[in-house]
């Protein structure tokens, strides 16, 4: 068993899980419909093929930098006639950064590696216009689990955003993981891709279960002086 | 399989403007970096882009969108066969149309009844969503539309897949590079050969308001004051755009050559070039006619590769300080972060290089490749494109 490590880092990212008609909006985490979409564009699949080996993997996102929500208001025109067509409202992640893992057979594993390294189809955050700001793989991770693999990952938050909590020797990352079968605390949303289909996307419900991790802060500034109560020596009541 | 990948970067600064707008009138912004930076949609610049390809390209090279197919397809009609009269001609267009792409093409219900009650007779059917046909399909449409006019229904029974294909193949120039969604028929999508991204400037920014008065001019005589008053929004930035394009996609879109004397990698070469100039030159329209931001790029870096496209928006993450001019700083920026990306990720040796520039502040960019004029580099990034993706006999 292996996990493949991501990284999507943009000015923005998109990750609808119940967008339709004008309004599109974005969770506030990568979906697994999003990543294992990624990953099929990336090997060259066709729009109708079958996903079932990419979505039998462990999936888990970690929130390095959580960024914020933008607002986009589109227009569109007529291009004959001039007339507005209907007003479309979109929302982004702006400067946001995560880690996503895929975990499973290390064959796979590999050539999805492969695929991210040289992709077939153009990879992007979610949505077309959303190209990652930096290059995506973050290598391959011999690992017992998933959770083990994104509690190992270094933080991968920019140097502005570590700098900005450097009064915190960790950082206290949020992870939504795949939930095992049957988890009755798992939330659960509706981003498992069984088809892809644009004549019939179908997604089923997945179980998530959220937690948190701890990772160092790179830019930590020196541990305070542990408490020191010196007139505790002097003793009496 | 040899693979090509272009990537196309451009710093450009512009002045006070507002050249793509929210629904309050603001001009557009995003964060990154922790700072609020100026933001140029990618839409509004792949539609500038495209309308430049008006003064780049052939009309037959470039598609049209329109809900009217049935009416454009009549004028092609009637090129073919004159005597063709016109409601028979929009039969023969909407059923060919509809056999084609899937979509229902019908006389939209409102207008159709205003007809009514006003006494005409039906107009034209129209799709009910936009469509994006090239002159090329819509001619091998028109003639099929006559071949089959005898029993036009039955004939395209026979002939759907004829159909299907004509609509599928020889993708214009734009629907080749931006793609075309036709709702109801999937399988005459288009997947966009060209990625765009939102353009951010790579400063922070802060919008500003400039409040304005008219004078009445015609009003000399009431009290003094103004006619009207208002206010615009505005800002002014440096900005960093970036696209990348799927050439092997854009050549299967394309399909091949035209003619039998020309090269096969023809059409691909006119639609890199085309993009290319297009990208460069264009500026989305808002406020143009206020502002006056009528600005060409300081510097644009296009790469050819062979594994995967690189944005450099990272460059820029930590924002270029105010107060000193932008575009030395970004060019630096740009230079080094251009060399640390592509030695990091292993890059730099399948990769070829061209720039241009302006003027002293960009001179750090200088080194990145080969430095040509915007005339001299189109032709050299369309050249090699071609020859990349030429067949090997």
Redesign the interface.
Known sequence: MSALMLQL????QAWGSAARFARRTTENAPTKSGVIGLLAAAQGRDRTEDLSDLTALDFGVRIDQP??R?????T?H???TDRS?P?SERF?L??AVFVAAVAGDDALIDRLHDAV???V????LGR????????IDLGVRAAAGLEDALLAEEWHA????QR?RRTEPTASLTTLVDAAPGDARADSRRDMPLSF???HRRYALRGVRIHTVEVANPWARRPAAPDHDPTSLLGGD | MS?T?LDLHVLQTVPPSNINR??TGAP???????AR?SRV???AWKRATRMAFDDLLDAGELG?????VAELLTERIHKIDTSIEEREAWTLAAETVQAATGSKIEVPKRKADAAKKNGQPDPAPESAY?MFLSARQLDALAELAVEGRADIKAFLKDNKKRAKELADTRHSVDIALFGRMVADG??V?V??AA????A?SVHPVENESDYYTAVDDENPDEETGAGMIGTVEFNSATLYR?A?L?VD?LSRNLGEGLREDEPVTEPLRRAVEAFVRGFVESLPTGKVNTFGNHTLPDAVIVKLR??????F??AF??PVALGSGHVREASQRLAEYVGE?EAA?GLADDTETWVLRVGPNTVKLADLGTELPLGELVTAVGTATAERSAPTA
Do not use: F
């Not at chain 1, 933008?70 to 589109?74: G, K, N, T």
């Not at chain 1, 920019?158 to 955003?161: L, N, P, S, T």
């Not at chain 2, 990625?195 to 939102?198: M, P, T, W, Y």
């Open positions: 880092a943009g000015p923005l960024g914020t933008v607002r986009d208001y589109q569109a007529h291009l004959d067509m007003v982004y702006a400067d390294r040289a992709p189809y153009l990879p992007y077309r216009s959303c190209p990652p700001a930096r290059p920019a140097a502005w955003y900005k289909d644009p004549l | 693979r990948i929210d629904d557009k912004t995003a964060v990154y970096g922790g930076r949609s990618s839409q049209v969108r329109t809900k009217r936009l999937a399988d999508n997947d966009a990625q765009v991204a939102h951010i970036y990348a799927d996609l062979r594994t995967r496209p690189v944005s928006v990272g993450e930590e990306v990720y």
